[in-house]
């Protein structure tokens, strides 16, 4: 790199520390009631996922590998809130920001000496996602082009911003921790289909605790030059546009673009096409949906809007979230995608594999164009076209609480656990001021349960 563009490098890396400083120094008073209310969202439908992943083979590996350290903990919770890739996401960096945060989070709540109010914590998830995203959309999609995996990445450095606010840490000793972690950040999109992928946000969120507990016990680092080096290194020394924030204490991330409430337990970047192929089948009227009679579906999606899903043939339920003809296919047969679409066998049905021959996708050709608003157009033989313009779980198509209520509750039968009394809608509706581990550790210690059950039975029980 010539010494402009080293310099310009510097610059911008100095602009993005002034950025998260600013970020992290916000307090429960400064933030908007709209962005508290949507992270409580976000928490809820996070918990979800944990317990939907609670008993799952990679949560299980994860359980028998660990120790009991808050690492070791948040290396568990994390896994298994992605293990089935059900949480949420913003695509302002193309990642997952609400699982790595939250599973940091709660592991680092127990260890709080005092009571911790619900908005304090709210806060400290806003503060830890807005620190990831902006970090994200200025490295931009080149990083997750490269072949990493943005969740895994980006999240280690607003995971430790999440802990480090939830304590309080002076600012100097939050950018040590977060210079620490931006040493353990990683992840690769190879390992997408398999149980490494949701490992990634378990080690996000262990990497996070481990970075803020050695800046408190003294440990040093460049805190000057880590995200100069770290935008360097996660991009191939591409040269960046600044990286842009307003810094008027209203720019939220979760407010604006959003982050998009999962409806279907897949790949993000396949939900435009099954709420296409459901729209499109709900007005098919009488017409067959004999797998026999399988109509020809072409789907259309924006350039790189493909990358992430390399399973044409998908051989397991992983596998199967991250195959468009998969997920098209069990979308036009079976009326629905849900939890049950993600088994081996039902990716293995006959039928369906059959059904998938009938499916055709490609990517446009032309410029480049931003995956968090760009269409899927969707056309199925006999039936009719629709361009799928709008992002399913966005704050333009958001999930009502009784879908919040559904999902919480399917989670709960995939894995058995039963959270006491109606624990979804109290976090939901949970004062700011309330104590958040009265509130949250009953969930918990059914999830923890239900985990060490898991392990004790065996990793494939």
Not at 81 to 97: F, N
Not at 130 to 149: D, K, N, P, Q, S
Not at 198 to 219: E, I, K, Q
């Amino acid at each position: 790199m010539d010494a402009a563009v080293r310099a310009d490098a510097a610059g911008q890396a100095g602009l993005f520390a002034r950025i998260w400083e600013q970020i992290y120094l916000r307090q429960p008073h400064e933030v908007p009631p709209d962005a508290l209310r949507h992270a409580q969202r976000a928490l809820v439908d996070t918990l979800a996922c944990i317990i939907g992943g609670s008993r799952q083979p990679c949560t299980a590996a994860a359980s028998t590998a660990a120790g009991d350290t808050a690492a070791d903990r948040a290396l568990v919770l994390g896994t298994a809130s992605h293990a089935l890739d059900y949480d949420d996401v913003c695509m302002l960096a193309t990642c997952h920001p609400s699982a790595p945060v939250i599973s940091a989070l709660l592991c680092q709540l127990e260890q709080c000496d005092q009571p911790v109010r619900m908005d304090h914590l709210l806060t400290a998830h806003l503060v830890g996602t807005e620190i990831m995203l902006r970090l994200g959309a200025w490295l931009g999609f080149g990083h997750y082009e490269l072949g990493f995996h943005a969740t895994g990445t980006l999240g280690a450095i607003g995971a430790t911003a999440a802990a480090a606010h939830l304590l309080q840490l002076p600012i100097g000793q939050a950018g040590t921790a977060l210079a620490i972690a931006a040493s353990s950040a990683c992840g690769l999109r190879v390992n997408f289909g398999t149980d490494t992928k949701p490992l990634h946000v378990g080690f996000a969120a262990s990497a996070a605790l481990r970075a803020v507990a050695l800046a408190r016990a003294g440990a040093t680092a460049n805190a000057a030059g880590a995200m100069a080096e770290f935008a360097r290194a996660y991009t191939g020394n591409e040269p960046l546009l600044p990286p842009r924030f307003s810094g008027d204490g209203r720019s939220w991330a979760v407010l604006d673009p959003g982050f998009e409430i999962k409806r279907y337990p897949s790949c993000y970047l396949t939900h435009r096409m099954i709420a296409g192929i459901l729209k499109l089948r709900g007005e098919a009227g009488g017409h067959s949906h004999d797998p026999e009679r399988m109509p020809r579906i072409d789907v259309e999606f924006p350039p790189g809007g493909t990358i992430p899903l390399q399973y044409p043939t998908p051989q397991t339920g992983l596998q199967g979230k991250f195959s468009a003809p998969y997920c098209a296919a069990s979308a036009w047969i079976d009326a629905r995608v849900g939890l049950s679409t993600f088994t081996d066998h039902a990716v293995q049905r006959a039928h369906v594999v059959q059904a998938m021959q009938h499916i055709h996708v490609h990517e446009r050709t032309g410029a480049p164009e931003a995956l968090d608003s760009a269409p899927v157009r969707v056309s199925i033989a006999g039936i009719g076209s629709v361009l799928v313009d709008w992002a399913p779980g966005s704050l333009q198509d958001p999930p009502g609480n009784a879908e919040f209520m559904e999902k919480w509750q399917d989670c709960e039968r995939l894995s058995g656990v039963q959270a006491p009394g109606d624990s979804a809608r109290q976090l939901l509706q949970a004062d700011p001021a309330a104590n958040a581990r009265a509130l949250l550790d009953p969930v918990l210690d059914a999830v923890w349960r239900c985990i060490r059950n898991r392990a004790d039975a065996g990793l494939h029980a």
